[in-house]
Each structure stands twice: as structure tokens, then as C-alpha cells.
């Protein structure tokens, strides 16, 4: 049975930090391209940040600079680092599993508020 399993999310204020982390079981995590992506209320979920099984990313243009995706693979997580945060990053945001084949699988969701 395949887990993704988000955490980390919370409430935090204008320029803060947030490091949400996804543990996953059930896959070889090491083969999987690691995403993770936002849905604001009334929009479209949407790419974050992306980390291919050989550890090359690549960012949506609103969090280049803010954010840092990583994976530990001994670990089967994958870590999205939040910095500088904006309210415009409240969202639930979501761990994605994919490779290459139709196999695709998502955690279940984490809230992120920024809020003073």
C-alpha cells in the first residue's frame, strides 16, 4: 500500500519559515520524481517545486529563491524548505509521487496559512 504522508504545515506570519516534509512508503522512492504542489481556495493546483530521481529541480517563477525542494532517499522524504513567506502562499500543498508508466500517487495534504 502505497503513503505519502505530508507534515510541517501551520500558521506562520509575513517572512517566516515553514519546512513541510513528505514520508512516503510503498514505492521505490529512489525511481520517483518527488513534487510538491499548492491549491488556494478558488484556483487550480499547481506546481511548487519538483526533484527528479537524480536530484535536479525546478521551481514554479513565484517561490524561485523562497523555497528549496530536497530528498533524502535513505529517508524515503522528500522536504519542500519555505522561506520569506507571503500570504500569497496559503494554500494546502500536497506531495506527488511520479514515474514514468501511469504511476502517480498523492499525499493527503498539508495547510499552510500566512497570516499576521
Known amino acids: 500500500q502505497v503513503q505519502l504522508v505530508e507534515s510541517g504545515g501551520g500558521l506562520v506570519q509575513p517572512g517566516g519559515s515553514l519546512r513541510l516534509s513528505c514520508a512516503t512508503s510503498g514505492i521505490i522512492f529512489s525511481r520517483y520524481t518527488m513534487g510538491w504542489y499548492r491549491q488556494a481556495p478558488g484556483k487550480q493546483r499547481e506546481l511548487v517545486a519538483a526533484i527528479t530521481s537524480g536530484s535536479g529541480t525546478n521551481y514554479a517563477d513565484p517561490v524561485k529563491g523562497r523555497f528549496t525542494i530536497s530528498r533524502d532517499n535513505a529517508k524515503n522524504t522528500v522536504y519542500l524548505q519555505m522561506n520569506s513567506l507571503k500570504p500569497e502562499d496559503t494554500a494546502v500543498y500536497y506531495c506527488?509521487?511520479?514515474?514514468?508508466?501511469?504511476?502517480?500517487?498523492w499525499g493527503q495534504g498539508t495547510q499552510v496559512t500566512v497570516s499576521s
Open positions: 506527488n509521487a511520479f514515474l514514468a508508466g501511469n504511476y502517480e500517487y
